[in-house]
């Protein structure tokens, strides 16, 4: 499902990729940890289309296509889902008219008329329930004056709403009370099926109780340094990132 | 600024070179012009004579403002009237083209035609108890008329209060009755067209006695004219002790419409008064809005949004001016600002020596989209009592990059992104229309700009 080759981008003349190989095939979860300034987040902005990122040098297919020549909404609408890890507040633009928007761009995208209104009712209703989201709250402005967990849990919302074939979660599980925490991963496992992947990004170990990877990579100076089964995240988790510098000598 | 001046003047004359002579010349030409034109009309027009030579020797000492006044320093109105205007009454709009400047089916409706009241085309036939509309023309007699007609505005203030006061053939005079509550909207529509360049001056006077209720829309609009429009209309408007007024204005002239819109208002006692602007076209559109609060424990209200692009001018200059205690003003202005146009906010509020436990707020915010666009933004505070509470706070940006972002990752185009986050800046002022109808009209105006 997703290639990347070789992957190098950096931002203002500074190289924060070096180089990542990833290959991702539909059913798979796969885990990205690693310390802060690894370049995890870099990662994902490059993936979802974030234009102050340049990339220099590698190639990232998806489904046969070229991922870094499509628009950032194509990507969406080719089915790359991005979870922010700081989703943005948008006063005065409503939840649910803007992903109605959204829906109906996507399926334009893909020759589908747009949904009725009355199907499009019954989806929020049952997604709603998935992230125990307030329905109040699926009527708001994006985001505004939600609490860190509310907004992760908007996230993973609209993640449900739009069904994409790759979910990336940036750190999803920051700042997250551990009630949240099973509330979203929770939501993430029900929408798991042999057709899409996930990724899961995280600087901790804890998140993977609950959404269980098929790989753990170590990110680390922009290369995946390490990959492994889920044993890996707990390696990590007792010895510290440490061990991983003197593994690789660094 | 300056780029954007001579852009517009040079859609409206041909040079503009060597500017302070002619500058002067034209001053001369046109405000002599219409001091001839006035000596020649004077006896045929409406009310008191002498309050009308008054405000003509008032236009003459003023002048035209050119750009050294201060008051209009972002525009220059006198190169907006160096073509050959003249005072006109004539009347030319035809019934298909009042038929797409309707807004409200549920109003009672006075078409102000060319500056002129029309009995024919306003819907004002059955009116409930207790409310009045007339030609002010015909309103002389009117004891309310009496009482409050050009008692507000003062000829002595500004240029185009002393020419509307001079020049005025007509407009509308409504008068709500103490204790009367109307429900029904009352929609004044300025329709414009004219063969021939001209200038009109609708005068219009508002009077809400004690404990009465209105909502007022006034709409503005000049149709397919072979002549360009300048609109020097004045609203006064009186609000007593108790009363409440919502006051509407829908600022909707085609691409070569001038406007210059006067509002002065004057509240009593326990009055709540607010006024909602909306310019959304037009080549030209300054509004003086000016608000004396009198009395204690009134409230006053005061949004504005302003839709910019081409070569436009939109200048918003506002005045509130707290002279008793106790008393809260609040002030919401902004403003998307695209191509070439200019947009100025002017913000003046005046807390009085005697005006002790003032609340007064100000905020104005604008969308710049372009490079080439312009805002000035300028709020001023004269605060003279000692135990208030007053701000003011203006920002200017582009449209958020973050936010873009954000929904484009969700699969919304970058122009849908945009129209949306456009949506979402003016839906803080276009919330504040309290009439259904109205809100829909505008709200499809503002959607259908930025598809």
């Known amino acids: 499902m997703l290639s990347i080759k070789n992957l190098h981008a950096s931002i203002d003349g500074k190289e924060i990729l070096r180089g990542i190989n990833l290959e991702i095939k539909a059913g798979e979860v796969h885990a990205i940890m690693g310390p802060n300034g690894s370049g995890k987040s870099t990662l994902s902005a490059v993936l979802a289309g974030r234009e102050e990122y340049e990339v220099t040098e590698g190639e990232v297919i998806f489904n046969g296509k070229n991922l870094l020549e499509l628009a950032p909404e194509d990507r969406a609408r080719e089915g790359v889902f991005l979870a922010f890890q700081y989703p943005v507040e948008i006063p005065g633009v409503s939840n649910i008219n803007f992903l109605k928007t959204a829906l109906n761009e996507i399926r334009a995208y893909k020759g589908l008329p747009p949904m009725e209104a009355k199907d499009f009712l019954a989806l929020v209703k049952e997604k709603q329930k998935l992230v125990e989201l307030d329905g109040k709250l699926a009527n708001r402005s994006v985001n505004e004056g939600f609490s860190g967990g509310e907004k992760k849990r908007n996230e993973i919302f609209q993640m449900a709403m739009l069904s994409p074939k790759l979910a990336i979660l940036d750190e999803t599980d920051s700042g997250l009370d551990i009630d949240a925490l099973r509330i979203v991963a929770g939501g993430v496992n029900t929408l798991k099926s042999k057709e899409n992947a996930t990724i899961v990004i995280t600087h901790y170990q804890r998140l993977l109780d609950y959404i269980i990877p098929d790989m753990v990579h170590i990110l680390y100076k922009g290369q995946i340094v390490k990959s492994g089964p889920k044993e890996l995240a707990l390696e990590l988790e007792e010895k510290g990132y440490d061990f991983i510098k003197e593994e690789i000598g660094a | ?451």
């Open chain 2, 1 to 451: 600024m300056r780029a954007v001046i001579l852009s517009l003047s040079k859609y409206l004359c041909s040079s503009i070179e060597g500017s302070f002579n002619m500058e002067t010349i034209t001053k001369i030409n046109t405000t002599e012009k219409l001091i001839n034109a006035f000596e020649s009309s004077k006896n045929s027009l409406f009310g008191d004579l002498e309050l009308r030579e008054q405000a003509i020797e008032s236009f003459s000492k003023q002048g035209i403002p050119n750009r050294k006044h201060e008051e209009y320093k972002y525009v220059n109105v006198e190169l907006l009237l160096k073509r050959d205007f003249a005072i006109s009454t004539a009347t030319t709009v035809t019934a298909e083209q009042m038929a797409n400047v309707q807004m409200l089916k549920d109003a009672f409706v006075v078409v102000i035609e060319n500056g002129n009241f029309s009995k024919n085309l306003s819907s004002i036939a059955s009116l409930p108890k207790g409310i009045n509309i007339q030609n002010i023309a015909e309103a002389t007699g009117n004891a309310a008329f009496q009482k409050h007609y050009a008692k507000y505005a003062d000829v002595n203030n500004d240029a185009f209060i002393a020419m509307n006061t001079a020049f005025t053939s007509g407009g509308v005079f409504i008068h709500i009755e103490k204790n009367t509550v109307i429900e029904k909207p009352i929609h004044i529509l300025h329709v414009s067209s004219a063969a021939e360049n001209a200038i009109i001056n609708p005068r219009n006077l508002m009077v809400v006695e004690e404990n009465a209720q209105a909502k007022i829309v006034e709409s503005f609009a000049t149709v397919a004219s072979a002549g360009k429009v300048f609109n020097n209309a004045l609203t006064e408007i009186f609000i007593g002790a108790n009363a409440n007024l919502q006051h509407y204005k829908i600022q909707d002239e085609n691409e070569a419409g001038m406007l210059l819109n006067t509002t002065q208002a004057y509240q009593e006692k326990q009055s709540v008064f607010s006024t909602n602007n909306f310019t959304l076209s037009g080549l030209f559109v300054r509004n003086n809005l000016n608000i004396v609060l009198d009395d204690e424990f009134i409230e006053t209200h005061l949004n504005g949004l302003y839709l910019t692009r081409g070569n436009q001018v939109v200048d918003n200059h506002t005045l509130v001016d707290h002279r008793k205690p106790n008393c809260n003003s609040n002030e919401l202005y902004k403003g998307i600002i695209e191509d070439k146009s200019a947009a100025t906010f002017n913000g003046k509020i005046f807390v009085r020596k005697d005006a002790q436990k003032t609340n007064a707020f100000q905020s104005n915010k604008n969308i710049l989209l372009s490079d080439d666009g312009t805002i000035n933004t300028k709020p001023q505070l004269e605060i003279y009592a000692d135990d208030v509470k007053c701000s003011h706070g203006t920002s200017t940006g582009k449209l958020d990059e973050d936010k873009i972002f954000y929904l484009r990752a969700r699969g919304l185009s970058e122009t849908s992104a945009k129209k949306l986050l456009m949506h979402a800046f003016a839906s803080e002022v276009v919330e504040n229309i309290k009439i259904e109808e109205l809100r829909d009209y505008v709200e499809e105006k503002i959607t259908g700009r930025f598809a």
